[in-house]
């Protein structure tokens, strides 16, 4: 079945010890991105991948890393979280052929409290 | 970027034809349109997408004028099970640097 995963789905931390939030995905596909939801704010691009070791800033990068070792594996990393970054994560995949149609494939969420 | 605008809020009852309209003023030639749905809890879910003119599937349509820089999404007969947030997204395939950025939703509530 294709499929984007989240681990893990619930998360609850204290402020400055680092994590990661690990994201797969089974379609092959070359594009990768991570988006926050916030109430009121609807869904903000963090960072996006166009393909391994290829990553780049979207709207709200400020507190977080990525990397793109492999094709299937976008993993988001808070190295010292904070209150404000408490939200809801999804992690999103897409194929980019030369046509302009494209689907994106949202993973289930991961709902992150920093206390 | 192209910025979108969307209503914050529809109400509806079942069976109703529901038409959402997103507002895109700088939309960039090479840039299409998608619709997402999203229910609480989960992750968004692709609707439609198109370019121009009319586009329609199974569960909705959309409809681009000639001048591209608004979009409707139209939802026919809808049910309970149509709750939910619609978001609108308007992005590129160039290569190179790429960003989607979401609207701001719509938050679709259905009658009975």
């Known amino acids: 079945e294709a499929q984007v995963t989240q681990n893990p789905r619930y998360l609850i931390t204290v402020t400055g010890k680092k994590l990661t939030v690990t994201c797969s995905q089974n379609?092959?596909?070359?594009?990768m991105s991570w988006y926050r939801q916030d109430p009121g704010l609807g869904l903000r691009q963090i960072y996006y991948?166009?393909?391994?070791?290829?990553?780049d800033k979207g709207d709200v990068p400020e507190g977080y890393k990525v990397s793109r070792k492999e094709k299937r594996n976008f993993p988001l990393i808070l190295e010292s979280p904070s209150p404000n970054q408490t939200s809801l994560y999804f992690c999103a995949s897409s194929s980019t052929g030369t046509e302009y149609q494209e689907t994106q494939y949202f993973g289930p969420g991961t709902r992150l409290l920093v206390l | 970027l192209a910025k979108t605008t969307q209503p914050i809020s529809m109400d509806s009852y079942e069976g109703q034809e529901v038409n959402i309209t997103c507002s895109h003023n700088n939309i960039a030639t090479n840039d299409y349109i998608t619709w997402y749905q999203q229910f609480p809890s989960q992750g968004p879910r692709f609707i439609i997408q198109?370019?121009?003119t009319k586009v329609t599937n199974e569960v909705a349509s959309l409809f681009i004028p000639a001048d591209r820089k608004s979009s409707t999404l139209s939802l026919p007969r809808v049910s309970l099970s149509d709750t939910a947030v619609y978001y609108c997204?308007?992005?590129?395939?160039?290569?190179?640097?790429?960003?989607?950025?979401f609207g701001s939703g719509t938050r679709l509530q259905v009658q009975p």
């Open positions: 379609m092959n596909h070359e594009y």
């Open positions: 991948s166009m393909n391994v070791e290829v990553t």
């Open positions: 198109g370019y121009k």
């Open positions: 997204l308007v992005g590129t395939m160039d290569t190179g640097r790429r960003a989607l950025t």
